[in-house]
Nanobody
Framework: QVQLVESGGGLVQAGDSLRLSCAVS????????MGWFRQAPGKEREFVAG????????SYADSVKGRSTISRGNAKNTVYLQIDSLKPEDTAVYYC??????????????????WGQGTQVTVSS
């Protein structure tokens, strides 16, 4: 059984930076492509960023492109999401997800088969 545990959320001010972490256990981390999603109150869950198994390929939503970095530490079984210049509209529960399906590249949203419980990020103006 694969387990994903997010951490690093909290209350920050607009303009601050935040780094979220997701620790993965249960199976070989390098066999999963990884992603981050978020869900704001009253809205559907949306893709934020994704990274391939090797870490060589990344993808970002337009809303965070240019101020966000997804990375992975295969030796630590952890995936990270750094967001800079945070805005109030970044407020959401952030979820880590793993895909055992996608062997190459970044998974499509429906290709993620394991999810974490989420961590709350609140950005005050």
């Amino acid at each position: 059984q694969v387990q994903l545990v997010e951490s690093g959320g909290g209350l920050v001010q607009a303009g601050d930076s935040l780094r979220l972490s997701c620790a993965v256990s249960g199976r070989t981390f390098s066999t999963y492509a990884m992603g981050w999603f978020r869900q704001a109150p009253g809205k559907e869950r949306e893709f934020v960023a994704g990274i391939s198994r090797s870490g060589n390929i990344t993808s970002y939503a337009d809303s965070v492109k240019g101020r966000s970095t997804i990375s992975r530490g295969n030796a630590k079984n952890t995936v990270y999401l750094q967001i800079d210049s945070l805005k109030p509209e970044d407020t959401a529960v952030y979820y880590c997800a793993a895909s055992s399906i996608r062997r190459f590249g970044v998974p499509r949203p429906h290709e993620y088969d394991y999810w974490g419980q989420g961590t709350q990020v609140t950005v005050s103006s």
